[in-house]
């Protein structure tokens, strides 16, 4: 499910599509709806936190689309925690600092026109998830909001 509605970007000007979601991976339904957003734009610069489960995921299916559309562009931005347990070391095209996780998702949200987050149920907001205080910031910004 979108909560957010957004308009397709041109090749002059990326789409910076920032991403949170859990630990645990994305569901089939939301790679799906991941997948259909991407399709939208020409030019994205896409900026995730370099953790294993949905994090890793998003950076697959970005990688993925870029090798299916070679005439789209699509940048991986990386802002890895600077507690490597979690990490993934994915590729980037544009790796940043390590910062600590709350610093690194404020970074995200500030860097994005629009957030895709995917928690583990998007119907239960929690008080102690990175993924939902990502959301949270992102509200405040009054930036568009993808919940899947």
Known sequence: M??????????????????TGNRHGLSYQQKEEIKALLDKYD????????????D????????????????????????????PTMRAFNKADVLMDEKPYLE?????VKKSSILIACPVDKNKEQLRSGTWSTVRKARKMNMPIHLF
């Open 43 to 54: 030019n994205i610069i896409a900026s995730h936190g370099d953790c294993v489960g949905s």
């Open 2 to 19: 979108t909560t957010a509605t957004t308009t397709p970007s041109t090749n002059s000007q990326p789409m910076k599509i920032g991403f």
């Open 104 to 108: 690194r998702n404020t970074d995200i």
């Open 56 to 83: 890793t995921e998003f950076h697959n299916l970005c990688v993925e689309h870029r090798e299916k559309h070679p005439e789209k562009q699509i940048t991986i931005h990386i802002y890895p925690p600077n507690i």
